[in-house]
DNA sequence: GCGACAG
DNA sequence: ATCTTGTCGC
């Protein structure tokens, strides 16, 4: 996959911002996503120390599963260091960096990405799924486990059941219960898909346990990749 | 103004 | 994100 450069890196949280402001446009969002995506990369980011400033070593890593069998494709790890400090609704420029490290190390080109947070689901309108989805022009979604923006209704208590998060008088994302009964997932979209579809992949993604397939390899990955190196 | 705030 | 014991359940 082809993934844009990343011009100057931001020192400052109004320089991150206009980042993301001048990136929102380039967003694909009203687009069909894909229905029975071929391959499907999990990423996720695991740290070492507190992961409150910048500089703190961590792990990015990209697991690609069949979508249909979701069995593993291919793995890929890059460790790094954070890249800003953690700050609410810039979130990623934390990992960004070492996330697409972890991306170029593919040599497959997933039909789409599976993100740890949010995508549109965002103050800005721009989260990590954003992000990365306009980086690398893949289709990409968001999958949270707590809230950040919006509200919403009460959710069923039985997998499939959902309910829209809304904020600001529009619906930027999905609650959806992946396991009957357990605390359900928070799914926006990112880049080049509909809620719909996406949450139909989560639910595909997600067999067994809460979170999906992609996004437990990865975090499996990327904490192993740490302490293999005696980071952790 | 005050508090809350993805990972 | 990470620091952590015990405990319930498949």
């Known amino acids: 996959m082809v993934i844009r450069e990343l011009h100057g890196w931001p020192s400052t949280a109004e320089e991150a911002e206009a980042i993301q402001d001048r990136l929102r446009p380039m967003l694909e969002l009203d687009v069909p996503g894909p229905v029975a995506p071929r391959t499907v990369a999990g990423l996720d980011v695991s740290y070492a120390g507190d992961g409150g400033g910048t500089g703190t070593p961590l792990a990015a890593a990209a697991v690609v599963l069949d979508g249909a069998t979701l069995e593993v494709v291919e793995e890929s790890v890059a460790v790094g260091t954070a890249a800003f400090p953690y700050v609410p609704g810039l979130f990623a420029f934390r990992e960004l960096p070492t996330l697409l490290e972890a991306l170029r190390g593919l040599t497959t080109t997933p039909d789409l990405l599976v993100c740890d947070g949010f995508g549109v689901a965002h103050p800005r309108r721009f989260g990590l799924a954003c992000h990365l989805g306009v980086l690398t022009g893949l289709p990409a979604i968001g999958v949270g486990k707590t809230a950040f923006v919006g509200a919403y209704e009460e959710v069923g208590a039985r997998r499939g059941d959902a309910s829209p998060l809304l904020d600001g008088g529009e619906v930027v994302g999905r609650v959806l219960r992946t396991r009957d009964g357990v605390k359900p997932v928070f799914v926006s979209v990112g880049h080049r898909t509909d809620l719909d579809t996406a949450c ?33």
């Open 200 to 232: 139909r992949n989560v639910l595909a993604l997600t067999p067994e346990f809460r979170l999906p397939e992609t996004t437990r390899r990865a975090d499996r990955l990327s904490r192993d990749a740490l302490s293999s190196r005696g980071i952790g």
